[in-house]
């Protein structure tokens, strides 16, 4: 598993890479904790290719102090061979 730092997205291998778009989203639906980033990257020639990459996490408060949740991470093809190389 490759861990998402989303401070990271637009940058590969310390370089540059243009974002076209993003979108993030987070809140509460009862007693649900809800949260999605969404971005796709611009072409950088010499650095990486276009690439679209989208994280999401839900929460629930399960008691007054216990929480239970989940998340996940998908990413295009080209995205995944930049994480990989530590981008």
Same mark, same amino acid.
């Given at each position: 598993?490759? %861990? *998402? *730092?989303s401070? !990271? &997205? /637009?940058?590969?291998?310390? $370089?540059?890479? %243009?974002?076209?778009?993003?979108?993030? &989203?987070? /809140?509460?639906? /009862?007693?649900?904790?809800?949260? /999605?980033?969404?971005?796709?990257? $611009? =072409?950088? !020639?010499?650095? +990486?290719?276009? +690439? @679209?990459?989208? @994280?999401?996490?839900?929460? !629930?408060?399960?008691?007054? =102090?216990?929480? @239970?949740?989940?998340?996940? $991470? #998908?990413?295009? !093809? #080209?995205?995944?061979?930049?994480? +990989?190389?530590?981008?």
């Open positions: 598993m490759i %861990p *998402f *730092f401070r !990271r &997205i /637009g940058l590969v291998a310390g $370089r540059e890479q %243009p974002i076209l778009l993003g979108t993030k &989203i987070n /809140g509460r639906i /009862g007693r649900t904790n809800v949260g /999605g980033l969404v971005t796709r990257t $611009r =072409d950088a !020639r010499g650095i +990486a290719p276009a +690439a @679209s990459m989208a @994280s999401a996490r839900v929460k !629930r408060n399960v008691l007054a =102090d216990r929480l @239970s949740g989940s998340s996940r $991470r #998908s990413a295009t !093809r #080209s995205a995944e061979q930049q994480l +990989a190389r530590g981008a």
